[in-house]
């Protein structure tokens, strides 16, 4: 390191040690993924959500986030959210499904024309509609937003090109735990094989299942193109983030401090979704995996295909597993997600 640098740097940590030291309150934030911002949607919300909350506190509340999954498995940080023993996580559809098992109404494949549609329906009245209802089941968790996980899912697997709905017919396909997602891989003929997210690079490396479904920055950045020799932009799924705080904790919050909180995880919201979008693009992204995978993206005749195979079957499950306040989200989701898609921007 220059010498110019390590000043700058023994300046940066000089400044930041008195908000360290007169920290009144410590929160907590666990998630699944790398810290560095610049990887994936997870770290860029949780840094920029640090940030904010540190300096706009004045360093009143001091933000730890313990990344990689150090704190545990994705439904057992939400836990430790419920419990208090940390104060927030970003939990993915699948770790918070075993909580609050309604969150499987989004779960509606082919649903959304394009990825700012997504931003519309989880912003607006579905996404308040949703979030009300998690704090109303679970009762000890306060919902802050909903953030990128890096957009929508796509489909790779090791054995042949996807292109047409016949393609896919017999692969198995590894997917979350979840029974809507084996649902909309079996309506389309392939075998659904749920694993959980620790052991997918080794079933994919081992052949005990042909392909899996992501979005493109998770398929990236856990170099599944070393295992995969195929892609599919089949857009089927966008399934974010649920940014969750313990509840006592935010009672113990001023009004200021809410506030404060608040703005802050609006901004981490925006910071995964831009990062998602950027790593689809960049290097990092859908230019990395061509460089070892044959990509290709349905055409809207194949898609409209895949899509009438799947989507009754998915929206007949949760009609039949989520009860009567299921259906009117599913209702809800459906008519946002409707809206969303006939709304041109700036116009």
Sequence with gaps: MKPASRIALACALAAALPLAAHAQKTLKMGHL?????????AGACGEVFENIVESASNGEIQVDIFPNGQLGKDFEIAQQVRDGIIQASLASVGG??????????????????????????????????????????LGDVKVLGFADTGGFFS??????????????????????TLESHQTLIQSLGAEAYPLAWAEVYSALQTGVVDGQMNPVPIIAF?????????LTLTNHLFTPYTFLMNRDFYESLTEAEKDIVHAAAQSCVVASRGIGRVIEASERGLPKLAESMEINALSPE??????????????????????EKGAELLDLFLSEVEKAGQQDYMQ
């Design 96 to 137: 918070l499904a075993s909580h609050y098992p309604k969150i499987g109404v989004i779960d509606v494949a082919f649903a959304f024309p394009h990825i700012s549609a997504t931003y519309e329906v989880f912003d607006g009245p579905f996404g308040k509609a949703l979030a009300r209802d998690i704090e109303t089941d």
């Design 222 to 230: 856990s170099n599944f193109q070393e295992v995969q020799g195929y």
């Design 33 to 41: 993924n790398n810290e560095d911002p610049f990887d994936n949607p």
């Design 302 to 323: 194949d898609r409209e295909a895949f899509k009438n195979a799947a989507q009754p079957a998915v929206i007949e499950y949760i009609r039949g597993t989520h009860g």
């Design 155 to 176: 489909i790779s697997n090791s054995q042949r090109p996807v292109a047409q709905l016949s393609d896919i017919e017999g692969l198995r396909i590894r997917t979350m």
